[in-house]
């Protein structure tokens, strides 16, 4: 079982790799770009969820709350 785990995951890694292989500077930088962007909305979404829900406990204000979300 973990056999065919640990090569499956091999196998993503050397397509990943060979496909990161065939790119030029330019499309890394677009790549990296998109993946940054990406992780900065997680980020804002992980945070403003975790606000309202701190608003729903009744731990903050709505005052706190819109200035955190603004």
């Given amino acids: 079982m973990w056999e065919k785990i640990s090569t499956g995951i091999v196998w993503f890694i050397a397509l990943a790799m060979a ?5 030029s500077l330019k499309d890394v930088s677009t790549v990296a770009g998109v993946l940054i962007g990406l992780l900065m909305a997680i980020i804002s979404w992980y945070y403003k969820r975790k606000t309202y829900q701190l608003l729903a406990a009744g731990r903050i204000t ?9």
């Fill in 62 to 70: 709505r005052e706190e709350y819109e200035s955190a979300n603004r």
């Fill in 19 to 23: 496909w990161l292989g065939d790119l």
